[in-house]
């Protein structure tokens, strides 16, 4: 079996293209282009609108709410996994909260399209983008676990995320430079009226999406049988399970009561007694991570080793729970044990992905931040250029990354894309290193390849906007193939029976390095400027190259260990 697996001929583009056309994939591109419109229009158009209605952002408290939805969506994970939706259970684990989370966000777009934006009524407004806000960082969740779950050797993992990033920055394309364009010929609210028809069509879509049925056995076992192994014999004893969870439990209780603090705050006191939302995510973002995935890791890492010790396990069989028993099983299974499992699983390896996920796309989580800067004050381009390398040529050269990132997968493995990914983006530093002082070198590249001679038959184009827009093209390409293949191993990496946790705890570590990290950037550019702060995250992303190159020796390992010769393997069941 291991020969034959290792000498299976490696797929080609005819492979890649049945994959395509595989009904799965279908949909992923359709929900990948629901979860980025909503995100384009909430944090990015939305703002135009209101400042050509002339309304005063300040006067809005709910309007914070748009971004921590999206920031802090980890913290209502563990519903997406557990909890069933009555009356909507029947479209199966993950369409029940995907669906009406769509038919929501369109009904939603639709409303404000029929709102009239004022500082008398922007209390109705900003309620309708926040609960907007909420339901889109939700249907989010449910995607990622639902790509997780429907993965097969067809329509594998690597091909389905890398068809749900293209749709989901085709979506922010049209939600956003497309969707200026079109507010300008039609208005606003006919604008937000499209996109909420688009949605609702993409919800009913997703009725016939596969997907797996509420109740599904997990590792052969129904739901009530994965009750009852809690209480087997080798498990951990109930007592020690329940002093974890009250642990966990506090700590995110008190995460969620410090993020629904500065919600009552934003929405009740005075506009001039609000808090900052950039301000509290800065400085309140890492200790919620902290309080709801370090230390609840290392409370996860402790429950397995002891388990693995056989020290404060069940030494029979304990009798069935019942009543308080029984709703802290239900607790310990949606908040813990999806900890457990995967800290279990890894081992002393948790250490390397942690770091991989720390240092992989931590340029992309910084950077943003201080790109329009760079080039509106920095190199002096005006807006329309900017949004012209940026927004239309840059998106176009991200999708193609993706579709270039999807075929590396497919036929190089998702390791060596991982790794490759990896030391293109922090190459790709190198090209803003050289803008930042002159930009000669990418300049003389532009003229040499005819690009400087392409950019400039645009009216009014100069060949300064060819230097800056083919190097957006290079870093947004890169981009492209480094978030293909790392979307791709991330996914891998997390358990079928608790993707939505696990999926969404791991992706929260890039708010942590982000938000630690744009201070510390921020003040580097202040002091040294930006050609130093290029260098510096260069050398970062040659760290996480080596990293990859660690990873991929574990999972090769791990392959060999298991009997598969290939080094891709399939998410955990």
């Known amino acids: 079996m291991a020969e034959a697996t290792a000498e299976k001929k490696k797929p080609g583009w005819r492979e890649v293209f049945r994959a395509m056309r595989n009904r799965k994939t279908g949909f992923m591109a359709l929900f990948g282009f629901a979860s980025g419109l909503p995100f384009a229009l909430f944090l990015g158009t939305l703002y135009a609108w209101l400042t050509e209605a002339e309304v005063e952002l300040e006067t809005m408290g709910v309007f914070s709410l748009i971004g921590l939805a999206y920031a802090f969506q980890f913290l ?11 009356g909507f259970s029947k479209l199966g684990k ?10 929501l966000l369109g009904a939603i777009l639709i409303a404000l399209s029929l709102s009239n934006p004022t500082n ?66 039609i208005g606003w609210p006919q604008t937000y009226l499209m996109m909420g028809a688009i949605l609702l069509v993409i919800g009913i879509a997703g009725l016939f999406a596969p997907d797996r049925k509420v109740g599904d056995a997990d590792d052969g076992l129904a739901e009530d049988e994965l ?22 439990g506090i700590l995110w209780a008190a995460a969620i009561a410090v993020v629904l603090t500065f919600m009552f705050m934003s929405m009740t006191y005075a506009p001039e007694d609000r808090p900052n939302p950039t301000e509290f995510t800065l400085g309140w973002g890492p200790w919620i991570i902290v309080a709801t995935v370090v230390i609840p890791a290392l409370i996860a890492g402790w429950l397995a080793s002891e388990k693995a010790a056989g020290r404060n396990v069940l030494k029979e069989d304990a009798p069935v729970a019942a009543g308080g028993s029984y709703a802290m099983d239900h607790l310990y299974r949606a908040l813990v ?42 190199l ?14 840059g998106v176009g050269a991200i999708i193609a990354g993706l579709a270039l990132g999807g075929y590396m997968l497919t036929v190089l493995g998702r390791m060596l894309t991982l790794t490759i990914g990896a030391l293109l983006a922090a190459l790709t530093n190198l090209l ?78 890039t708010l942590l390095v982000g938000t630690l990290g744009r201070g510390a950037l921020g003040e580097m550019i202040e002091d040294q400027g ?20 660690a990873e991929w020796i574990r999972v090769s390992r791990a392959g060999r260990n298991s009997g598969i010769v290939t080094p891709e393997v399939a998410p955990a069941e």
Request: glycine share 8%; hydrophobic share 55%; proline share 3%.
């Open 120 to 185: 008398d009524n922007m209390g109705w407004f900003s309620l309708l983008a926040g609960i907007g806000a909420l339901a889109s960082a939700t249907q989010d969740i449910a995607i990622n676990a639902w790509r997780i779950d429907i993965a097969d050797e067809e329509a594998t993992l690597d091909i389905l995320s890398t068809v749900y990033q293209m749709g989901y920055r085709l979506a922010a394309l049209v939600g956003g430079a497309l969707g200026l364009i079109i507010a300008a010929r």
């Open 94 to 103: 993950r369409k029940q909260w995907m669906v009406p989370a769509q038919i």
């Open 380 to 393: 002096n381009y005006s807006n329309d250029e900017v949004a012209f390398a940026s927004k239309f040529f």
């Open 227 to 248: 009750m009852l192994s809690l209480r087997k014999k080798g498990e951990l004893r109930p007592d020690v399970r329940a002093k974890a969870l009250a642990a966990v």
């Open 337 to 378: 044990l999806p900890l457990v499992e995967f800290v279990g699983r890894m081992g002393w390896s948790l250490v390397l992905i942690l770091a991989l996920v720390l240092t992989y796309r931590i340029c992309d989580a910084i950077w943003g931040t201080f790109a329009y800067p760079f080039y509106l004050g920095e």
């Open 530 to 549: 930006y050609f130093d702060v290029f260098v510096l995250t260069t050398l970062i992303g040659f760290v996480a190259v080596v990293l990859c190159i």
């Open 432 to 509: 803003y290193a050289d803008l930042a002082v002159g930009g000669a070198n990418m300049q003389a590249f532009s003229d040499a390849v005819g690009f400087t001679w392409a950019i400039t038959q645009l009216p009014g184009a100069t060949p300064a906007l060819a230097k800056l827009t083919i190097t957006i093209a290079f870093e947004n390409l890169a981009i492209g193939i480094a978030g293909a293949a790392y979307v791709a191993w991330l996914s891998s990496i997390v358990s079928k029976k608790y993707s939505a946790v696990q999926y969404a705890l791991l992706s929260s570590l």
């Open 76 to 86: 209502w994970s563990p519903l997406i996994d557990k909890v069933n939706i009555v």
